[in-house]
């Protein structure tokens, strides 16, 4: 299976660590805590939904350039649809700051 990083091209998915699913979006934390926002980080950290089809999910290019990237890829067939950089890790924030 390749993988194309959008930093170093198409390369082999050994160079790649899939990190989870990257659609669950962190409960903010009020001050005064509480069994609510106990209850909402569970959920956050321990339930996930197993989808069959495309799911975006965290992938690391550590054999590359140690980039987060944020993949759609099929869970019945392994077909990426695409794959972009993680906003603000890795080499897509030193793209950013060569940019100005």
């Not at 160079?15 to 903010?28: N, Q, V, W």
């Not at 495309?54 to 290019?61: A, M």
Request: hydrophobic letters at 35%; aromatic letters at 12%.
């Amino acid at each position: 299976m390749r993988i194309a990083c959008p930093f170093c091209g198409a390369r082999d998915s050994g160079e790649f660590t899939y990190l989870g699913d990257a659609s669950p979006k962190r409960p903010a934390a009020p001050l005064d805590g509480g069994a609510a926002v106990e209850e909402q980080f569970y959920d956050y950290v321990y339930l996930r939904d197993n989808v069959a089809g495309f799911t975006r999910e965290y992938w690391y290019h550590g054999g590359g350039c140690r980039s987060w990237l944020i993949a759609e890829r099929s869970t019945t067939t392994h077909e990426f649809k695409s794959v972009a950089a993680a906003p603000g890790a890795g080499a897509a924030k030193t793209a950013q700051a060569g940019e100005r």
